[in-house]
Antibody, heavy 118, light 107 residues
Framework: QVQLVESGGGVVQPGRSLRLSCAASGFTFSGYGMHWVRQAPGRGLECVADISFHGNDIYYTDSVKGRFTISRDNSKNTLYLQMDSLRAEDTAVYYC???????????WGQGTLVTVSS | DIQMTQSPSSLSASVGDRVTITCRASQSIRSLLNWYQQKPGKAPKLLIYAVSNLRSDVPARFSGSGSGTDFTLTISSLQPEDFGTYYCQQSYSRPFTFGPGTKVDIK
């Protein structure tokens, strides 16, 4: 069955960096686009970044452009999110999400919490 | 980015009630509209894709309709397990964007 397992979350000071990973299994990872979606405490959902199946097409929401970098290693079935210059407003649960060919987000990981605080 | 709005922001209904949630996009998104259900402390789950297509494990009491900018999620007969927050999401242009959510409580 499809599994997406995030790791790398934690508490970090403002201005510092953190790298999230998402280990995918149960499907052909190299055949799907992938997203990072975050949810601040008590708030709604926000697509932070997404990457095409081959890694050539990448999109970011405006608030993270220049600070976050999404990447993937299809040989390791792993998705990454490098987060630099972190701010308090980046505090959220970060979900790794698969995009189906028809573009719905059909499988979600359990999420990893990132807390940016001094 | 395309802005998504939802109404109401919350509702409370009884078991067996018909529930309707509305979603509006700031520009036409054709039929590229999906619905998700999220329960407290859990990841969202895809319910309906491309306006009206139910995921295989979703009960038939859920349905979706609409096109262009205006969309609706309907629960024909609310069940106790349907509590949670419902989000619409457009996949017409990137980055994908979500509505603010509608919280559904059971009376």
């Amino acid at each position: 069955q499809v599994q997406l397992v995030e790791s790398g979350g934690g508490v970090v000071q403002p201005g510092r960096s953190l790298r999230l990973s998402c280990a995918a299994s149960g499907f052909t990872f190299s055949g799907y686009g992938m997203h990072w979606v975050r949810q601040a405490p008590g708030r709604g959902l926000e697509c932070v970044a997404d990457i095409s199946f081959h890694g050539n097409d990448i999109y970011y929401t405006d608030s993270v452009k220049g600070r976050f970098t999404i990447s993937r290693d299809n040989s390791k079935n792993t998705l990454y999110l490098q987060m630099d210059s972190l701010r308090a407003e980046d505090t959220a649960v970060y979900y790794c999400v698969r995009e189906d060919g028809g573009s719905p987000l059909d499988y979600w990981g359990q999420g990893t919490l990132v807390t940016v605080s001094s | 980015d395309i802005q998504m709005t939802q109404s109401p922001s919350s509702l409370s209904a009884s078991v067996g009630d018909r529930v309707t949630i509305t979603c509006r996009a700031s520009q036409s998104i054709r039929s590229l509209l999906n619905w998700y259900q999220q329960k407290p402390g859990k990841a969202p789950k895809l319910l309906i894709y491309a306006v009206s297509n139910l995921r295989s494990d979703v009960p038939a009491r859920f349905s979706g309709s609409g096109s262009g900018t205006d969309f609706t999620l309907t629960i024909s007969s609310l069940q106790p397990e349907d509590f949670g927050t419902y989000y619409c999401q457009q996949s017409y242009s990137r980055p994908f964007t979500f509505g603010p959510g509608t919280k559904v409580d059971i009376k």
